[in-house]
């Protein structure tokens, strides 16, 4: 399974991005699907995750009402729709495929497959 993640940027505090994860490789609806942050000299955190269905979501609490996960099973994509960005969503974002119970999709050990990571600057 491949992750391909991609529509990072520089960006005024303010912005929206959209960033995409392209699955490849494998059944795209077996596999909870969930973002992860790292902001220089920091450990990767969790921000949002979505269901194989996309019937569930969750979010870090520092991002709920600015971010938007979503899933297209014809595009094996998953969506992260990013508003109101604030410097400190200043990170390499990644995708991650794994198939982690609800409670701990926030943990990264649990995740089979990773993407490259994007970067996402947010100016002030």
């Known amino acids: 399974v491949q992750l391909q993640a991609s529509g990072g940027g520089l960006v005024q505090a303010g912005d929206s991005l959209r960033l995409s994860c392209a699955v490849s490789?494998?059944?795209?609806?077996?596999?909870?699907i969930s973002w992860f942050r790292q902001a220089p000299g920091k450990e990767r955190d969790f921000v949002a995750g979505?269901?194989?269905?996309?019937?569930?979501?969750r979010y870090t609490g520092s991002v709920k009402g600015r971010f938007t996960i979503s899933r297209d099973r014809l595009k094996n994509t998953v969506y992260l729709q990013m508003s109101s960005l604030k410097p400190d969503d200043t990170a390499v974002y990644y995708c991650?495929?794994?198939?982690?119970?609800?409670?701990?999709?926030?943990?990264?050990?649990?995740?089979?497959?990773w993407g490259q990571g994007t970067l996402v600057t947010v100016s002030s």
């Open positions: 490789g494998g059944t795209f609806s077996t596999y909870t």
């Open positions: 979505i269901s194989q269905n996309g019937g569930s979501t």
């Open positions: 991650a495929a794994g198939r982690p119970v609800f409670s701990a999709w926030d943990q990264t050990g649990l995740y089979y497959y």
